[in-house]
């Protein structure tokens, strides 16, 4: 099992409509979450970080479920400029600071 | 401007050379990172340190090789060992110890292509 999944998709949707990404982990002990975009050939760039109580940043919320060790991004209202993969990071136990990256989730917003 | 700088942008290999990326940051990151990326494919982690004269592998460390004498400064080393080289590197820095710093940043990458 990977340490980190997600649906590589592509995900095509029209313009305004609402798209939600998953990704589970298998670390139980991981401390840190993020979500990425990166752009084709490109160098990824922090979206947010991800916390217990979940967090809001324009069109875009993201949830932790500790329990289920899965982390979800939420866009609302989508742009075309929204188009992009999305890479779901984890940060592992206390005082290692190794990032492992998901796949990636592409994202198709369609006109 | 505080960023990470990775040179160069494109390189190419002739079979059995070694050549060596380089990645620079002045943003008083203590960790360091190399990734390698595949078309389609995500980030894989090849070496990480978290602090000078110190670094460990990560999953795919067979065929590469790395040091880190000072703080700003993490090179990487794709030896002829490594039989598959072409790829999109990526190295990125993070602080240590507070949420507020702990966030990959990232360089702009270089392509790797064996001629």
Known sequence: RKEVEQDPG???VPEGA?????CTYSNSASQSFFWYRQDCRKEPKLLMS???SGNEDGRFTAQLNRASQYISLLIRDSKL???ATYLCVV??????YKYIFGTGTRLKVLA | DGGITQSPKYLFRKEGQNVTLSCEQNLNHDAMYWYRQDPGQGLRLIYYSQIVNDFQKGDIAEGYSVSREKKESFPLTVTSAQKNPTAF???ASSGTGTATNEKL???SGTQLSVL
């Open chain 1, 81 to 83: 400029s929204d188009s």
């Open chain 1, 91 to 96: 940060r592992g136990s206390s005082g290692t």
């Open chain 2, 89 to 91: 590197y990526l190295c």
């Open chain 1, 18 to 22: 609402t798209v939600a990404f998953n």
């Open chain 1, 10 to 12: 592509p995900f095509n």
């Open chain 1, 50 to 52: 991800v916390y217990s």
């Open chain 2, 105 to 107: 940043f990232f360089g």
